[in-house]
Structure formats: C-alpha cells, structure tokens
C-alpha cells in the first residue's frame, strides 16, 4: 500500500488501523514503510481516508511482493499462475473442518498446524524456511494443498525459492501430517527452533476424539511442557457420508 | 478456518464466545452445495447470531452485510461462518441442524468441555479437534493480554494493536460507549466472528477496572 503524498491531508486517522504497525508520520505527510508492510489492505479498506489518498500502487502486483497481499488479505484470491489447481481460498486447508468426511486425520494420526506471524505480528517467509527445513530432515512431508507448498523449491528440502526469502505477510501456516509414535520427538524438535524464530508462532493439533469423548494426547503434551488452551475447534461428526475407524 | 483455533480469554470470559462453521469438501459434497449453505444460515440466523460473514463478500454483519444478499451469494461459497454468545443459541442451532441432517460437516469453536456437553445433550458425538498449543517464538513482540483477547476474535490478525488501544482509551474518556466500541473494532474483520457482545464486555471490564482502581486509589 501508498500514500500519495499530494492527497494526504496528516488527518493521523490511518496508522491507528494498520496491524503491522508500518504507518508513520513523515516530512509532512503520513507514510507506509513499504518494506515492512504485508499488503492486507485494512487501512484502504477501514480508515476512512477522506481524501481516497491510500491505494495499491501496481508494484504491489508484481511477483515476488504479490505473495503478501495472497498471505495477508483475506479477500484476495491466490493467483492461479503461482498456484495452479490450488482451487482454495484462505491460508490453510480443510485439515480438521472437513475430516469427519475426508478421514485426512485416522486415529493413529496427528496433524499439526503451525501459523507462522499470528497473532498481529507477521513473518519474513525466510523464518518459515527454519521449520520446513528441520522437519524435512525428520521425514516429515507438507500437506500439498496448502499455499506454502507452491512457495517451497524443494518440497522434499523444505527450502523456498529464493526470492521470497525477504516477503513479509501477515501470516502462514505450515501443515502436516504425523504418526502418533513420533509426537514426542517432533515436538521437542519444534520447541527448540522456534525458540530461534523472528517472529511469533501460534501452535495447533489436530487430533481424533476417543469413543469416550477424552483426548489423551493432552497428557502427553503437558508432559512435553506444551499448555493445551481450554478452547479448541471442535468437529461435530456431521458431515455424512460419515468416515468412522 | 484455524481463524476461530487460537483466540485469547480465560475460561470465564470465554463462556461468552462461540463460532460455528459450516464447511463443505472439495472431494466428498461442495458441488451443488448452495441450497444447503442457505439452509445452514437459516438455522444459524434464527438463533440470535452476534455477527456472520465470509471473506468472500467482503464484509461482515457488524459491517453491513446485508443477509439476504448474503443468503443469494452463496450459490458461489463453499462455506458459512456465524458467532454466537450464548451457549443455549449452539445447542439449539445443533439441535436443528441435527433435524436438518444437511450432511455438510459443521465446526464449533469455543471451550471443549462446555461443546462436549452441548453435543451429549442433543446427541452428537464429537470427531476430531483443532487444540491451540499456545503462542510460541518471540512473545515480547506481541501486547498485553487484554489487548489480544479482542485482536484475536479476528483470526486472519486484522484489527489492530492500536486501534484497540484508541478505541478502549476512547471508551474510558466517555467519548464512545463499549458498545460503539465493539462495532467500531469488528469493521477490520470480514469473515464475521468477531463477537461483538464478547467485545463489548471485555471493554466494559476494563472500564470497570480502571474505576475500581481510582475509587481505591481516591
């Protein structure tokens, strides 16, 4: 996003909506610190400019920088010459929502999500890169219908291609599938580098309910040193044709 | 949808907070799946939702989105979200889309014990669930916790730090109510689960804080 210069009145009423904090007051007008902005369009949309001074300028439309707006505005479809036969919107995949259709999670299995930037902060992708290449290394493949996977120039590397190293968005999750024997060494494995990461990490599992309605995997993780949150999404098991194991 | 997966609160003032989600799949039922949706958002309207929308219209309830014209665009959708505030409008909407019996899988987000009984009463049983393990990484980046329990009830992370700062400073200046609060906060949101009345409360709560504070201090 741009703030044209010759329009801005300093009203100072957009800064205030900007979620990555890139607005500044600068040599007499309001500015956007394009380097650090993720293109999410809130302050286009919602900040009531009252002179239309804010706009997408047409760089912002150009691969690599495109990746943003796909990654941090919502209402931006993924460009379909960077992500053929992705067919989806959103950031992630069905992954649990659907599963009591798809069987994508069978007991045995764990999925897990992790959203790289949420909540309000953002991520260089090069942080993602961190993770993608460590799991690759423990034998861990991407779900490949999530948009990171169209980002990465060797799936079975975990690497990105190189160009998108420095693109910032607002967040991105990072996907996959994982046998339940394996949950304790992943999991330490991924306390450890997100310890290094520049950004924040919002963690996710995905796991089936037991007949009787408990998680045991909660156990297991609090003896990981992981805090489950009292709140979760939960599939009803309404979908039909209904997948049961 | 892990949007609804990891929003800040504690047990007690996530009592007020539920989002259900109707979702279908790209392999098993989303062709023709328009009429359903429509029948979905029927239930989810006559139980006194807060707030519904999708990123695809662009915007939410809380920001204008009219429902009917809502209703005639998802021939194109292949999905409906709806938040909610009391848990009796979940176990009522569960019961009706039980006697719906649509087939599309529907997602509740909220405290897992609290759906867990709302799904033993009308008789379902729960399938699989999206757990949050916390915020992990650089945590200093992020704000105070009263802050993030309203910027995380918009999960794609568009209303911001500050505006909730402006907008709670505003409400303890006696410049707007909680209420115009919560609808000035939810406008960034267009997938329509930020929940206004939750909002609301969490900006009265702090109000009342800060009273309490400067009646003992006085």
Redesign the interface.
């Known amino acids: 996003m741009r703030i044209d210069p010759e329009k801005c009145t300093s009203c100072a009423r957009c ?5 990555v ?1 890139c607005i500044h007051e600068g040599d007499g007008t309001f500015v956007i610190d394009e380097d650090q902005c993720v293109e ?1 369009g ?1 302050c286009l ?2 900040a009531g400019c009252p002179t239309d001074a804010i706009y997408m300028p047409e760089e912002s439309c150009r691969y690599p920088r495109t990746i943003r707006a796909a990654f941090s505005d ?2 931006v479809q993924y460009p379909e010459e960077l992500f053929p036969d992705l ?4 950031r ?1 995949t ?9 069987g994508n ?1 069978p007991r045995g299995e764990f ?1 897990m ?1 992790l ?1 790289f ?6 991520t260089r992708l090069r942080e993602v890169e961190k993770v993608t290449t460590l799991l690759t290394s423990m034998g861990v493949h991407f779900e490949d219908s999530n948009a990171l996977y169209f980002l990465l120039e060797d799936p079975e590397r975990g690497t990105l291609k190189p160009e998108l190293a420095d693109e910032k968005v ?2 991105i ?1 990072v996907e996959f599938a994982l046998p339940e024997d394996r949950l304790e060494s992943v999991v330490t494995a991924l ?1 450890q580098v ?2 290094t ?13 037991e ?1 009787d ?1 408990s ?1 045991p ?2 156990s297991r ?1 609090e003896k990981l040193g ?17 997948i049961e194991d | ?2 949007h ?6 504690t ?1 007690s003032n ?1 009592q007020n ?1 539920y989002t259900m ?1 109707a ?7 989303r062709e023709g799946c328009g009429p359903k949706l429509r029948k979905i958002l029927e239930i989810f309207l006559s139980e006194e939702p807060v707030n519904f929308g999708s ?2 219209s ?1 915007k939410s309830f809380a920001a204008g989105l009219d429902p009917e014209e809502y209703s005639r665009s998802l021939d194109n959708a ?1 999905a409906v979200a709806c938040c909610f505030s009391k848990a009796s409008s979940i176990r009522n909407v ?1 019961r009706k ?2 006697e719906a ?13 609290e ?2 009984s709302m ?2 009463e009308v008789g ?16 200093e ?3 105070d916790e009263s802050v ?1 329990e309203i ?2 009830m918009c ?9 909730v ?2 907008v709670a400073q505003k409400v303890r200046m006696g410049k707007v109510t909680p209420e115009e609060g919560a609808v000035s906060l939810a ?2 949101c ?2 329509g689960i930020f929940n206004l009345d939750r909002c609301r409360v969490l900006l009265a709560e702090q109000l009342g804080k800060i009273s309490k504070e400067g009646g003992e201090q006085g």
Not at chain 1, 87 to 90: I, M, R, V
Not at chain 1, 94 to 102: A, G
Request: proline share 6%.
């Open positions: 800064p205030d909506y900007c979620p904090t999410c809130v949309r919602d919502p209402g067919k989806q919107g959103g992630g069905e992954e649990m929502k659907t599963n009591d259709v798809t999670f999925g999500t959203e930037g949420r909540p309000g902060v953002g607002l967040s999750i306390a997100l310890t990461v520049d950004t924040v990490v919002s963690w996710g599992l995905v796991t089936r309910f007949e309605g998680l995997v909660k993780l992981l805090t489950v949150r009292p709140n979760a999404k939960v599939n009803m098991g309404m979908g039909r044709p209904l | 949808m892990s609804s997966a990891h929003r800040c609160g047990v996530l907070d989600y979702r279908t799949s790209r392999h098993v039922n990123s695809h662009g292949y569960l889309l039980k019996d649509t087939g599309i899988s529907i997602v509740v987000s909220g405290l897992i014990e759906i867990k799904a033993g379902l049983t729960p399938h699989t669930a999206l757990l949050s393990l916390g915020v992990h990484g650089r945590k980046l992020l704000p993030l910027t995380t999960g794609h992370g568009l209303v911001a730090t500050h505006l700062e402006e406008q960034p267009p997938c």
